[in-house]
């Protein structure tokens, strides 16, 4: 059956499993807390080459570079839409559940020594730098650090070259297509 072998099947069952285990084995849940941390580690290693490689041959298998800027635009639109509808849902459910309540605690006394990192790098993230972070370092540095968007930025700008490329640059497409196929293979869906 190949809803079974599905990947998104195999994840809402395993979150299902958890639940149930955690509400009713709470003290064996915590010891299988490695196993989350080490499949949430997994998606997070898998994010920057599968973004790279599928952007990537995206725009360098495309032979007419006009539609290529309406997808671009389109999927820019498309992502806009998106974050605003997760934006939504998660004020929706602060909104509904409303996390922390009925928690007796006082909220001075709470230990703030963690958010100093997060605090100090928001407040100097203006317009320019938030567009100068998305510009990586070095080419490996956007796949180091494990952000999103400079890996985006570099996979667009590669995809870009080589189909201006043309025949030339059709070994290395070859490469690209064989490298995200095998990063496909890694978790199947």
């Not at 007419?64 to 389109?74: A, V, W, Y």
């Not at 001075?108 to 203006?126: N, R």
């Amino acid at each position: 059956m190949k809803v079974v072998k599905s990947l998104y099947f195999q994840i809402l069952c395993a979150v299902l499993l958890g639940v149930l285990v955690g509400h009713f084995w709470a003290a064996q849940a915590v010891a299988l807390k490695p196993l989350g941390d080490a499949f949430i580690k997994l998606v997070k290693m898998m994010i920057a080459p599968v973004v790279f490689c599928t952007i990537v041959t995206g725009i360098a298998g495309m032979s007419d570079k006009r539609s290529l800027g309406r997808l671009l635009s389109k999927t820019m639109l498309l992502f806009l839409g998106l974050t605003l509808i997760s934006l939504f849902i998660g004020l929706g459910a602060v909104y509904l559940f409303a996390p922390g309540a009925g928690m007796n605690i006082d909220p001075t006394q709470l230990s703030t020594v963690g958010l100093s990192q997060y605090t100090d790098s928001a407040a100097k993230l203006g317009v320019v730098e938030f567009f100068m972070h998305i510009i990586p370092e070095t080419f490996i540095g956007a796949f180091n650090k494990g952000e999103v968007l400079p890996v985006l930025f570099i996979a667009v700008l590669c995809g870009f070259a080589l189909s201006s490329l043309g025949e030339r640059g059709k070994p290395v497409l070859v490469v690209l297509e064989s490298a995200s196929q095998m990063v496909f293979k890694i978790f199947p869906t």
